[in-house]
């Protein structure tokens, strides 16, 4: 498996031709060598993929762990070193199949949706830049090269929500994204910093030894290791940043925002999972907790935003929150035994990475016809874009969960892994999965039907999008429509790497089908129509509430006051006086006292020979009187 | 009367300092290679007189005399040729006005 170390070096190869040489090239020139690459990336994982699945399992029943690459490169002392390489498990493989096939789709996607954009090189050079970091991300053999891709994921995400860098919203939306993740990986490395130091270790699986000598600490490393985790995938308190994430390219949102890098988190807990399960339940269910909360709140923001990109970055923070649920509710690492939630939340990604990058793409489509990105300027599309309309509602009945549709299956784990942790739990996911159908058909009747908004389409009809835009749609969409049963993917990821085959829990599964069919019908019952009286009404009713949930429960407003008005006022003010008048002062003060008797010295210096004899002969004088009375 | 060293000490010191007085208060060149001169010339007796008295039969003194005499020869030929150069350059020879190879 030694050609895996391509994967890493075709992107980054693509990078540093396209930002070096890209100015000197044709945009589509650019363009195809970074969709080469990229699809050369994607023909090498899938056969790692096929090669691993397909190898023989060890004794234990599982799939081996594989280091084709791995060398030292930071030595601290003879077991405390830093290593590149690659690792290749269950995971890390599904990984790389995910992020390649939304990348790829992205590369080609792309060509229609940046035709003719000033910096089409350039933005092809940041995508091969993202894929190379994601890439190394799942790839990472320790704690530490996983820790340095992180914040490469996290430049590249800054570099492409900034790319129309004269925006000054997008350039406001990038810096906060890279400020607040910024922020949370401080977590992440203290984490990092207490495993490494109490460990003395920065692999995954320690020796039983190094364990026993970070006892109690270990899930305090853990814990702050989530905490990076959660300013990635978007957690409550730290999921600001997401939403005004938008600002950038709608493929940009739909491969970093949607599908991969967000997903970063939940795949750190489930990479350092054996480990949380093991020794730090506590911690994990902790994850739990968040999640649920998070997917609760994000689902209640996205029933009132009007901006079709908002709904669906709300609807994907909620979505991670399930995964993150799915991953905190595992009580053993059992499969049969509550260990059903790693496969579930892993299942979860892999689908929600496809649906989700299909809807964002989608997105994209309507956004390029209609030139806005409220939800007040379309309605009724759907005669106009055909291919965009179908793949979309696809999408949406696989967000919301309707069989045979892929996210049925994985949520449906995900509902019978928190029914197992306990009911309050389960229902209340169930609840959070019947609003996610609510608010997806919110958009999807609020964009496709209703009342036609003749007026802007007088100057400009909307049309459908090039092949080059619904080639991907409709290969997601596929993949979307057989991947929940045609895929066993129990049988490839589970909590303790034994095969598993998923069956429907059929109690939860008719609930679940049940909640989102109301759900819908009730989306269908109240934005279908032309007019829309009933949403009207409520949003009259209960104006506070609505105005709320539009502005986000004001979480920004508060951070803002965080910030603004208790740390930069009550902390940063006094200490930025300080400094400038303490210790500059100092500073100030040494510098002056040095040049004053530089200048004080001087006239001794002064050139004349006689006078340096003088103090020669002074000096002698003083001297034998000094040995005299000696 | 007995000439004795102390004599001969007392003139050379006479003459050291005459030496060091003048080295520190004159600002002609010529006048500061004089004064030099006089500083060596005192240290050249004290030589001969050491010799003379304390050790009679050994040269090493006398030697040292005869050294410092060609030394000051020297001294006196190269200082003599600079201060000349020095006033073909910039037609004064008093220590205070040349400031040209000052920073």
């Not at chain 2, 240290?43 to 009679?56: D, E, G, K, S």
Request: charged share 10%; net charge neutral; hydrophobic share 55%.
């Amino acid at each position: 498996m030694e050609y895996t170390i391509l994967i890493l070096a075709l992107p980054v190869l693509s990078f540093l031709i396209l930002g070096l040489a890209g100015m000197y090239m044709k945009h589509r020139v650019a363009g195809l060598i970074g969709t080469l690459s990229l699809t050369g990336v994607t023909f090498l994982s899938y056969l790692t993929a096929y090669e691993y699945f397909t190898a023989p399992r060890t004794a234990e029943g599982v799939f081996e762990t594989l280091m084709p690459w791995n060398f030292q490169w930071l030595p601290f002392n003879t077991s405390l070193h830093i290593d590149m390489g690659i690792l290749l498990d269950p995971i890390s493989v599904m990984m790389l199949v995910v992020i390649s096939t939304v990348s790829l789709m992205v590369h080609i996607y792309s060509f229609g949706y940046m035709k003719g954009e000033v910096g089409f090189q350039r933005y092809y050079a940041f995508l091969s830049l993202f894929s190379f970091s994601m890439l190394g991300l799942v790839l990472a053999t320790n704690i530490f090269q996983m820790y340095v891709f992180w914040e490469l994921v996290g430049v590249s995400s800054y570099l492409l929500i900034g790319f129309y860098y004269t925006k000054p919203e997008a350039i406001a939306a990038s810096k906060k994204a890279f400020i607040v993740t910024r922020f949370a990986d401080l977590g992440f490395l203290i984490g990092i910093l207490i495993y490494g130091f109490y460990m003395g270790t920065f692999t995954f699986t320690p020796e039983q030894e190094q364990l026993m000598k970070c006892g109690m600490l270990l899930p305090l490393a853990l814990g702050l290791m989530f905490i990076g985790g959660a300013g990635k995938s978007a957690m409550f308190p730290l999921h600001i940043w997401l939403p005004d994430a938008m600002e950038g390219p709608t493929p940009v949102s739909a491969l970093i925002h949607a599908a991969t890098m967000v997903v970063a988190g939940v795949y750190l807990v489930a990479r350092m999972f054996p480990l949380f399960i093991g020794y730090a339940p506590e911690t994990l269910h902790l994850v739990a907790y968040v999640g649920a909360f998070t997917a609760f709140y994000a689902a209640s923001v996205a029933c009132a935003q009007s901006d079709i990109k908002r709904v669906l970055a709300f609807s994907t923070i909620s979505q991670i929150g399930f995964m993150m649920v799915a991953l905190g509710v595992c009580t053993t690492a059992d499969p049969h035994e509550g260990g059903l939630g790693y496969m579930a939340g892993m299942f979860h990604l892999f689908t929600h990475a496809m649906f989700k990058a299909l809807l964002f793409l989608g997105a994209g489509c309507i956004i390029h016809a209609v030139h806005s990105n409220e939800m007040s300027t379309m309605g009724g599309l759907r005669k106009y874009m055909p291919i965009t309309h179908i793949t979309f509602l696809i999408a949406c009945l696989a967000i919301a969960g309707i069989p045979p549709f892929s996210g049925f299956f994985s949520k449906d784990e995900i509902l019978t892994a928190c029914f197992q942790f306990s009911p309050v739990m389960g229902w209340i996911m169930t609840i959070i999965a019947g609003m996610t159908a609510f608010y997806m058909f919110r958009l999807y009747y609020g964009i496709f039907w209703g009342t036609e908004n003749k007026e802007l389409h007088k100057h400009h009809t909307p049309h459908e999008s090039p092949l080059s835009m619904t080639f991907p749609l409709m290969v997601l969409a596929a993949i979307t429509i057989v991947c929940g049963w045609i895929l066993p993917f129990g049988h490839f990821i589970s909590a303790n790497g034994h095969a598993y085959d998923i069956h429907l829990n059929t109690q939860v599964a008719v609930t679940s089908i049940v909640v989102a069919l109301i759900a819908i019908a009730l989306a269908t019952w109240m934005y279908a129509r032309d007019k829309q009286p009933v949403a009207d009404m409520l949003a009259k009713r209960f104006a506070t509430l609505h105005r709320a949930a539009y502005k986000r429960f004001y979480m920004d407003e508060i951070w803002l006051f965080v910030t603004h008005k208790i740390i930069f006022r009550c902390i940063s003010t006094p200490l930025a006086w300080f400094d400038r008048h303490v210790i500059d002062q100092f500073m100030n003060f040494m510098a002056w006292s040095t040049n004053a008797s530089g200048e004080a010295a001087q006239p001794i210096q002064n050139g004349k020979i006689q006078s340096y004899t003088m103090w020669f002969l002074g000096g002698i004088i003083v001297l034998s009187i000094i040995l005299l009375l000696n | 009367m007995e000439i004795h060293v102390i004599h001969y000490l007392v003139i050379s010191t006479i003459m050291m300092f005459c030496g060091i007085y003048g080295f520190f208060t004159r600002k002609n060149l010529l006048a500061l290679l004089i004064s030099v001169e006089l500083m060596l010339n005192a240290t050249n007796i004290n030589f001969a007189v050491f010799n003379r008295y304390l050790f009679p039969g050994q040269l090493e003194g006398h030697f040292f005399t005869l050294f410092g005499i060609a030394i000051a020869a020297a001294e006196t030929a190269v200082a003599i040729a600079i201060i000349i150069n020095v006033y073909r350059n910039v037609k004064q020879i008093l220590t205070d006005d040349i400031t040209d190879l000052k920073g």
